[in-house]
């Protein structure tokens, strides 16, 4: 017994005595090592390193800034050359067949008179106003889709397609479009339908059902206000306006497509630099607001910006429905 040695009390027939606890071996000195013993110690099988992922790239250009994977850029070129070649073979069918060749010319503006007519001047312009407005359509519902978080959420659900929809079908019928065009006045009746749900929404500021839910009520009495505004008409009147209200390319030229094409080039990246104050959206009101984001005015700038793509595309092609709910599952 060493010095070090603690000792445990035992209670025998004789009263407690002190005693010293047995010394235990431990596995290395009960079995010994590997090379005492002779055998040879047996490694685990490495697990294979992942294989390294595709860098992105980091843009940098104030106020703009963001990362591009490989994969994003290769899906998007994809998507753009599909939506290219789908194009030119719009315009290339029709009574008046094309070859694909010969409209690529055409796009270029060489080839013969009769194929430059009909491409430049009769087919592309209803081709680009009916893509334009697909764009803005889907750019619309996507920016309302994630303000409310509710993935049902839309222009033609909230009131802002029928609201446009409405302005124009008086401007036709009954003549009240003051000079002004159909883009104006489908503005116009965006624009006043979506203050109308903002403002009957507003309670302490505004939710995302709240909108959905008044905007519901809304598209029902612009959808009221359409119809009898058709039983009012006259008859040929009325039928330009269901022409219209059913949504079709028909006659479409470049008058319609250049506003909408203008009116993109300025919603769009308007659409992008607030899809990034959106983000802390997500989180819910209470944990934006502590992220110093105003959420209110957000909300409402996301509004304003749908409000004007949805006009400029329902006033080039009609309201469509179901495109901006589709577009952005």
């Known amino acids: 017994m060493t010095p070090d040695t603690p000792l445990s009390k035992t209670t025998g027939p004789d009263g407690p005595t002190d005693t010293v606890p047995e010394k235990t071996t431990g596995p290395a000195e009960s079995t010994g090592t590997a090379e005492s013993t002779g055998t040879t110690a047996t490694t685990g099988t490495r697990t294979p390193l992942p294989k390294a992922a595709a860098r992105p790239f980091r843009l940098a250009f104030p106020p703009l800034s963001g990362t591009l994977r490989p994969r994003q850029l290769a899906v998007t070129g994809g998507l753009v050359v599909a939506v290219f070649a789908a194009l030119c073979w719009h315009v290339s069918i029709g009574e008046y067949g094309i070859p694909l060749a010969d409209v690529a010319r055409a796009l270029t503006g060489s080839g013969d008179a009769g194929t430059l007519l009909v491409v430049q001047e009769l087919r592309l312009p209803r081709a680009m106003t009916g893509l334009l407005a697909g764009i803005a359509f889907g750019m619309s519902g996507a920016l309302l889709q994630t303000m409310t978080r509710n993935p049902l959420a839309s222009p033609d659900m909230i009131g802002l397609t029928q609201g446009a929809g409405t302005a124009v079908v008086a401007g036709i019928v009954l003549g009240w479009d003051f000079g002004l065009g159909t883009q104006a006045l489908g503005l116009f009746g965006a624009l006043a339908s979506a203050l109308i749900v903002y403002g009957l929404a507003w309670r302490r500021g505004t939710t995302g059902y709240r909108i959905i839910l008044v905007g519901i009520g ?103 429905a179901f495109v901006a709910l589709a577009a952005p599952q």
């Open 218 to 320: 809304v598209s029902w009495i612009c959808l009221s206000a359409t119809d009898y505004l058709l039983a009012r008409g006259g008859r040929f009147q009325a039928q330009a306006a269901l022409g219209w209200l059913v949504g079709n390319l028909n006659g479409r030229d470049w008058q319609q497509a250049e506003p909408l094409a203008y009116a993109l080039a300025v919603l769009v990246p308007a659409a992008l630099l607030i899809g990034r104050l959106m983000r802390t959206l997500q989180l819910g009101d209470d944990v934006a607001k502590g992220l110093g984001t105003r959420v209110q005015t957000v909300r409402l700038t996301v509004l304003l910006t749908g409000v004007g793509l949805v006009a400029f595309a329902t006033a080039a092609a009609g309201p469509v």
